[in-house]
């Protein structure tokens, strides 16, 4: 059955793969999954043929037969749990990776967002000079914490899974910023996510996209 996501037809971070279609696509190339990309415009997001499809007029939709998803920890489940390659199959280390989804999109993402937010949406405002080191200060909070778990390990929790996915597609909206710098461990656990071939796969993908040049 095919399967198509939607995607920015051109991404505000000009192709930086931060955008949330990126995550959805790794996940895609993990399992080995052909997929279709349909392109919405910022207008064309918030009309009601793609409303039907996402209630917030936001990307990514995943269509697969008659099934409509949207949010990216729903459909890089609904993935993994149907295809081999993203979660463990003894049942306590599957639930542990999916433990590490929720943690990667309900405890680390947030302050993530509201300092992104803070630095782009927010510096014009007056009291902005002064929130920003609170941001900040919860998002190093949160690395901290997640570096002393990660420790030396290259994975959460043994073997790469959908956990990994979905933490460092997380993380890696921190690096334009430089914060992930201060965490050594962190960044390099980053960037072991980027240097596996699915994920190179997906980012080319989405850079062709966003600068019209085929990927290699
Ligand atoms: N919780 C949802 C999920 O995980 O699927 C969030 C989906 C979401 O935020 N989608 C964004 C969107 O459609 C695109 S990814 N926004 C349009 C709108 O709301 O009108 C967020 C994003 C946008 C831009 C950058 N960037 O330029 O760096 C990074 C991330």
Do not use: C
């Not at 920890?73 to 049942?91: D, F, K, M, N, W």
């Amino acid at each position: 059955m095919t399967i198509t996501i939607t995607a920015f037809e051109r991404s505000p971070d000009g192709g930086k793969g931060l955008a949330r279609d990126t995550r959805v696509r790794w996940a895609l190339e993990e399992a080995g999954l052909p997929y279709e990309v349909r392109l919405v415009s910022f207008k064309a997001m918030k009309e009601s043929a793609h409303l039907a499809l996402h209630p917030f007029g936001q990307i990514p939709t995943y269509e697969e037969g008659g099934l409509v998803l949207f949010e990216t920890g729903s459909i890089v489940l609904h993935i993994a749990q149907h295809h081999a390659g993203l979660l463990p199959a003894e049942t306590q280390a599957r639930a542990r990776a999916i433990t590490w989804m929720f943690a990667a999109l309900n405890t680390v993402e947030p302050p993530i967002l509201e300092f992104a937010n803070a630095r782009l949406l927010e510096s014009d405002r007056p009291w902005s000079k002064e929130r920003l080191p609170l941001v900040v200060d919860r998002v190093r909070a949160r690395l901290k914490q997640l570096a002393a778990r990660l420790g030396d390990a290259g994975w959460l929790d043994g073997a790469f899974s959908a956990g990994d996915l979905m933490m460092v597609s997380v993380l890696l909206r921190l690096r334009p910023s430089g914060i992930l710098d201060e965490f050594p461990t962190l960044a390099a656990y980053v960037a072991r996510g980027e240097t596996r071939p699915a994920y190179r796969r997906a980012f080319a993908a989405q850079l062709a996209v966003n600068t019209g040049k085929a990927p290699d």
